[in-house]
T-cell receptor, first 114, second 112 residues
Framework: KAGVTQTPRYLIKTRGQQVTLSCSPI?????VSWYQQTPGQGLQFLFE???????NKGNFPGRFSGRQFSNSRSEMNVSTLELGDSALYLC?????????????FGDGTRLSIL | SQQGEEDPQALSIQEGENATMNCSYK?????LQWYRQNSGRGLVHLIL?????REKHSGRLRVTLDTSKKSSSLLITASRAADTASYFC????????????FGKGTSLLVTP
């Protein structure tokens, strides 16, 4: 099975712009989660989608949003980019039907804000 | 928010030695997981231990969980240079939806 695929791998934007990141989960996985990783704050949960519905949301401003499509692929969008949004954004998937399942992570999108 | 705290923050050992990393957390959990991250890559799942389990093994990895102390440890035996990576513990509180709370990780360097 193919793993979790995130595109693009690297992205450079300027302050005030918006960006959309994409994630294709492992085939058959219906749960997709997004995490932000920075040197200062570490790994922080953004949100989780299951069957096109947001089930859980972390403590991030409304500039961060996401969605999931019927094929389980997910996108996250960040509007009005700030310098502090520079981070590695990781997507993870799991079957999602029961608890106690590990997350399978993609290699992330490295977002740099100039 | 960070729930897990790993200790030590950095660890340097030689090949063949054992590496032990500890993790403490604050609230009750459904399970605790350990992940490895190589530089510039995503996280790789290592072991999941449920709250009613005390010890789990996978190859050269041994994880213990003490829910009374809210702590866990990861032991890597006979370390190899390829084990060089950052190791994170993550807790699942079992809330509706699914969110892992990660610690800041232990950076392990294994030298030949």
């Amino acid at each position: 099975k193919a793993g979790v695929t995130q595109t693009p791998r690297y992205l450079i934007k300027t302050r005030g712009q918006q960006v959309t990141l994409s994630c294709s989960p492992i085939s058959g996985h219906r749960s997709v989660s997004w995490y932000q990783q920075t040197p200062g704050q570490g790994l922080q949960f953004l949100f989780e989608y299951f069957s096109e519905t947001q089930r859980n949301k972390g403590n991030f401003p409304g500039r961060f949003s996401g969605r999931q499509f019927s094929n389980s692929r997910s996108e996250m969008n960040v509007s009005t980019l700030e310098l502090g949004d520079s981070a590695l954004y990781l997507c993870a998937s799991r079957p999602g039907t029961v608890g106690n399942q590990p997350q399978h992570f993609g290699d992330g999108t490295r977002l740099s804000i100039l | 928010s960070q729930q897990g705290e790993e200790d030590p923050q950095a660890l340097s050992i030689q090949e063949g030695e054992n590496a032990t990393m500890n993790c403490s957390y604050k609230t009750s959990i459904n399970n605790l997981q350990w992940y490895r991250q190589n530089s510039g890559r995503g996280l790789v799942h290592l072991i999941l231990i449920r709250s009613n389990e005390r010890e789990k093994h996978s190859g050269r990895l041994r994880v213990t969980l003490d829910t009374s102390k809210k702590s866990s440890s990861l032991l890597i035996t006979a370390s190899r240079a390829a084990d060089t990576a950052s190791y994170f513990c993550a807790t699942d509180a079992g809330n509706s939806g699914y969110a892992l709370n990660f610690g800041k990780g232990t950076s392990l360097l294994v030298t030949p």
